[in-house]
């Protein structure tokens, strides 16, 4: 079964991943998935992942993280854009998520950066997801 939006699928395992506990996740890569996770990491919402194949399959193995009461580091990830419905929004008005205690994750023309990046280098672009 093709997925129509791998980006949303990606997170809805993580999401996924995430309510029953689990110490890590296989996605499918792709560029994109790959600089999302890359970001998830640099901000701390997850220890980290590497890059496995299984089956003649590539898969990235992306490991959780957990605070020691055994709560989950990603509270909610929530995709913005999807294929039917594009949002964009420019550095002025970029989204402020849980008063800037969440990241808000965005494609621009110089790559996929934080929204707090894109409003420090005076770009928008397309808001992918966001994340607390």
Same mark, same amino acid.
């Given at each position: 079964m ?10 809805t395992n993580i999401r =996924? ?6 110490e890590?996740v ?6 994109l998935?790959?600089?999302? &996770?890359?970001i998830l990491? =640099?901000? %701390?919402?997850v ?11 590539? +898969?990235v193995?992306v490991?959780?993280k957990?605070?020691?009461?055994? =709560?989950?580091?990603?509270? !909610? +990830?929530?995709?913005?854009s999807?294929? %039917?419905r ?5 550095y002025k ?6 008063n %800037? +205690? !969440? ?5 621009t023309?110089?790559?996929?950066i934080? !929204?707090?990046?894109?409003?420090? =280098?005076?770009?928008?672009?397309e &808001? ?5």
């Amino acid at each position: 079964m093709s997925v129509s939006d791998p980006v949303a699928g990606m997170l809805t395992n993580i999401r =996924n991943a995430v309510a029953a506990k689990l110490e890590k996740v296989d996605i499918r890569p792709s560029k994109l998935k790959m600089e999302i &996770i890359k970001i998830l990491k =640099n901000e %701390g919402y997850v220890k980290n992942f590497k890059k496995i194949t299984q089956d003649e399959i590539d +898969l990235v193995r992306v490991f959780l993280k957990y605070d020691d009461g055994e =709560n989950s580091i990603i509270h !909610g +990830l929530k995709s913005v854009s999807t294929p %039917g419905r594009r949002v964009y929004s420019g550095y002025k008005h970029m989204p402020r998520i849980f008063n %800037g +205690l !969440g990241t808000v994750i965005v494609s621009t023309s110089t790559g996929v950066i934080t !929204g707090k990046k894109a409003v420090a =280098n005076r770009i928008g672009g397309e &808001i992918i997801c966001t994340v607390w």
